[in-house]
């Protein structure tokens, strides 16, 4: 079966970086497209990035500019490197699999790992 296991989540200023790390285990083949979504506690998941099998990056408008989505397809590992971040952005960060891009919108309807925790604190 498909396993994912984030890493990386922290505690972190505003304005601050950090860097998650997903590594994917399962896929037949290494030809595939994988992403990131959060969530808040009592909302709905939101969709942040994803990266398809030809390295084509797609970001939630709210993250473009300052995430950046990329694979290391040698270590079936994806990132997700965060700049300048936001109390906005706080949330559970959960790799998942086969994104759907939407006008305005990311979703995901494969499987996902455990998520990593990122807190933004002011």
């Known amino acids: 079966q498909v396993q994912l296991v984030e890493s990386g989540g922290g505690v972190v200023p505003p304005g601050g970086s950090l860097t998650l790390s997903c590594v994917v285990s399962g896929f037949t083949t290494d030809d595939y497209a994988i992403g990131w979504f959060r969530q808040v506690p009592g909302k709905e998941r939101e969709g942040v990035s994803c990266?398809?099998?030809?390295?084509?990056?797609y970001y939630q408008e709210t993250v473009e500019g300052r995430f950046t989505i990329s694979r290391d397809k040698f270590k079936n590992t994806v990132y997700l490197h965060m700049t300048n971040l936001k109390t906005e952005d706080t949330a559970v960060y959960y790799c998942?699999?086969?994104?759907?891009?939407?006008?305005?919108?990311?979703?995901?309807?494969?499987?996902w790992g455990q998520g990593t925790q990122v807190t933004v604190s002011s």
């Open positions: 990266i398809t099998s030809h390295g084509k990056e």
């Open positions: 998942a699999t086969e994104p759907a891009v939407i006008v305005g919108d990311i979703r995901f309807l494969g499987s």
